[in-house]
């Protein structure tokens, strides 16, 4: 990886985007992408478009939610605590003991001592009703002067780096995603290509594929790839037998299923094949569940594929991907991209 | 509050109008808001939309759902007692011991939902609610023959409550959810009637709402709107077991509820935080981390998505024939929706900064 898109991936991964409030992340994708992609634009929900056109025939999508779970405040009590809601699926048991931080505040999430907690509460995971946030607030009224009902949080750690190009922060559902998109465009705008592209960084995938339904309708396309993270199980308690085994550093992850169109499904493992990429296939018997699953059904259909970054630990502080599966699927959607024919259809035979 | 408006306010509350059912309240609509509307138009799927300054190339909607929750005849048995099911979120532990209207073809049936006796009742079961296929609608009928003259399969119920002044502003009255919020929505249209404005406000009384946010998915595909508020009942926790703390802190009489959270556009949210500065009225603040269970829900995700707000009227014991409001927030977020109106330009952006 070049120094710029390090730095890049930092800036990334720094900043907030809990679902709803993802204009600074697309101002920082915005950034990156304006020098080779002129006219980039974004819509009232707040997904960013970045087209590599030339009025041809077919359009193709390639998307990714840059949007992260967090956390909500509900109320403020008389002295000052921050009573919090989940935005997105929270895993509540990671929560006790993190920093977080708001746009002008800090805190730690606060739970009730070990020792207080009754015998058979003690081994039970903490329910997010039973914490609070703290920001060292003397009273409500402190407290109200740095923040108010219904900003957010995300936590507070910091992205760390691994052995074997592994890395680990918060959030990189998806905004690995939204990186692999980002310097894939780049590539992309250096080529001739046979078909336009339009790059889309999506909102609020974490609270229901919202972002996906209202682009996928304004973009119209014959085609979308979608970028998400996806599950790997190669870590202690795994259950790969049960969920599928999918390793981090095995490649990026293709699924397959009702989700997926079977030809397009095809076409990425031929080019993968010819390109001696590593691919690992997953099991999606049912409708999608990434954002994929909402470009399925835009408007009269569209031919859909759902690539997966391999992700241990997902949706807590410490979500783990390997850079190699991520130079695999930049390397992957580019050179499908590159081959992809003008025209042709993805019917299902 | 202007007698007009509030007689308007009675009318709409003492019209029936379960899901699929809301002819009769749409008539009232129009008959009102003639006067103030340039056009009136109804869609096929019973959707009113009462337009103003038509030709603005910057479309507004404005959707308050008029359909309420109730109940519909599913059996007829021998003996002529009606079996029920329920229309939206019906709250069975408050149906046992109510007057209701069977509304027949024929003209409006009374009625009564019968149960066993708590005296008939296990030890152990008389603390439960019962659940709705446990009770019936007693007409008086003698037979099946004779309920069959007045009443049919798949006729709609209504609790049988009116309208109730109480202290200090406050109304109860069954389903103010969301009849209040249809309301608010025309007297914004009466205010703006008479004003020059930069935008195209179609105020459209929305159907269905209560049995998944039909009637604005259909609306707001129709109209196609840049931006939209919805207009419905929220939550007040200011009484006894309201558990504020976790809930949200509302209260009855304290403003309008302006909701924030991804279902909600930045640029909307602080336009009508401004429009409430301007416009001198108190608001009060509530966290939606996910999509709402309100019309503002499906217009954010129509077409290629739209720049939507939600404006709740305090409103305590919600889907109970003792839904409770305050006048005095109604007017405020009349008011409210009003002032920001006529603060948009023609130019004015949704898109978030």
């Known amino acids: 990886m070049n120094r710029s898109a390090r730095v890049f991936l930092e800036k990334l991964l720094a900043t907030p985007s809990p679902s709803g409030e993802e204009s600074a992340i697309q101002d920082q994708c915005a950034r990156r992408l304006e020098k080779s992609i002129p006219k980039i634009r974004r819509d009232v929900h707040g997904n960013q478009y970045y087209p590599l056109t030339g009025f041809r025939a077919r359009r193709v999508m390639l998307s990714a939610h840059v949007d992260e779970i967090g956390l909500m405040v509900q109320s403020i009590d008389g002295q000052g605590f921050l009573k919090i809601v989940p935005i997105g699926g929270v895993d509540s048991s990671t929560l006790p003991g993190q920093r977080v931080r708001g746009a002008r505040v800090s805190g730690v999430i606060g739970t009730q001592a070990t020792l207080f907690r009754p015998e058979a509460e003690s081994k039970q995971n903490a329910t997010i009703d039973k914490l609070w946030v703290d920001i060292g607030a003397r009273d409500k009224k402190d407290a109200e002067s740095l923040i108010g009902i219904g900003e957010t949080l995300t936590l507070d750690t910091p992205l760390t780096w691994l052995r074997n190009d592994r890395i680990a922060a918060r959030g990189l559902d998806n905004r690995i995603g939204a990186f692999i998109l980002t310097e894939t465009l780049l590539r992309l705008a250096r080529r001739n290509l046979k078909v336009d592209i339009i790059g889309v960084t999506t909102v609020q995938e974490e609270v229901g594929l919202r972002g996906a339904r209202t682009s996928g309708y304004q973009t119209a396309p014959d085609i979308a790839i979608n970028l998400d993270v996806n599950f790997a199980t190669d870590h202690p308690r795994g259950d790969g037998e049960r969920w599928g085994e999918t390793s981090l550093s095995g490649g990026p992850i293709l699924a397959r299923g009702a989700g997926v169109n079977p030809r397009l499904l095809a076409e990425f493992q031929t080019v993968a094949a010819k390109a001696d990429i590593p691919v690992q296939v997953r099991a999606e018997p049912t409708a999608d569940g990434t954002d994929a699953g909402a470009l399925q059904l835009a408007r009269g259909g569209v031919a859909v594929m759902d690539m997966g970054i391999p992700n241990r630990y997902m949706h807590t502080a410490v979500e783990m991907v390997c850079l190699h599966d991520v130079e695999h699927c930049i390397e992957l959607l580019t050179q499908w991209v590159i081959q992809c024919p003008a025209e042709g259809d993805y019917i299902i035979p | ?353």
């Not at chain 2, 056009?39 to 009462?50: A, C, P, R, T």
């Not at chain 2, 109730?164 to 103010?176: F, I, S, Y």
């Not at chain 2, 946010?213 to 309201?242: E, I, K, Q």
């Not at chain 2, 939606?288 to 290629?304: C, E, I």
């Open chain 2, 1 to 353: 509050m202007r007698k007009e408006s509030l007689d308007f306010l009675k009318k709409l509350l003492n019209t029936a109008s379960p899901s699929g059912f809301e002819e009769k309240i749409q008539r009232v609509c129009k008959s009102y808001m003639e006067p103030y509307a340039d056009e009136i138009y109804k869609d096929v799927h019973g959707n009113q939309y009462h337009v103003i300054n038509k030709k603005a190339d910057l479309r507004i909607m404005l959707a308050g759902h008029v359909d309420e929750i109730g109940l519909m005849v599913n059996t007829i048995d021998a003996n002529g007692f009606l079996g029920f099911v329920p229309i939206g979120g019906v709250d069975s532990a408050v149906l046992g011991g109510q007057r209701v209207t069977v509304h027949g073809a024929s003209g409006p049936v009374p009625g009564v939902i019968g149960r066993k006796a708590i005296h008939l009742t296990p030890q152990e079961d008389r603390n439960k609610a019962l659940e709705v296929h446990e009770m019936w609608i007693d007409i008086g009928a003698k037979n099946k023959k004779d309920a069959e003259k007045v009443v049919a399969i798949a006729d709609p119920v209504t609790i049988a409550v009116g309208y109730q002044e109480l202290r200090n502003d406050m109304v109860v009255a069954r389903a103010l959810d969301d009849r209040v919020g249809a309301f608010v929505i025309m007297e914004a249209v009466r205010l703006l009637a008479k004003k020059k404005i930069n935008v195209a406000v179609y105020c459209v009384t929305t159907v269905q709402e209560e049995i998944g946010l039909r009637g604005a998915t259909t609306s707001a595909y129709g109209c196609n709107p840049h931006a939209g508020l919805a207009v419905d009942v929220a939550w007040a926790t200011d009484h006894p077991r309201g558990e504020g703390e976790r809930y949200g802190e509302t209260a009855i009489g304290s403003g309008p509820i302006i909701s924030r959270g991804p279902n909600i556009n930045p640029m909307v949210h602080k336009g009508i935080l401004d429009a409430a500065k301007k416009s001198n009225v108190p608001i009060q603040h509530f966290a939606m981390p996910r999509g709402t269970g309100t019309d503002a829900n499906a217009m954010q995700l129509s077409r290629g998505g739209v720049a939507t707000g939600l404006i709740g009227i305090p409103n305590r014991y919600m889907h109970t024939p003792v839904e409770l409001v305050s006048l005095k927030d109604v007017e405020n977020a009349s008011k409210l929706i009003a002032t920001w109106i006529s603060g948009l330009k023609a130019n004015t952006s949704f898109i978030p900064r």
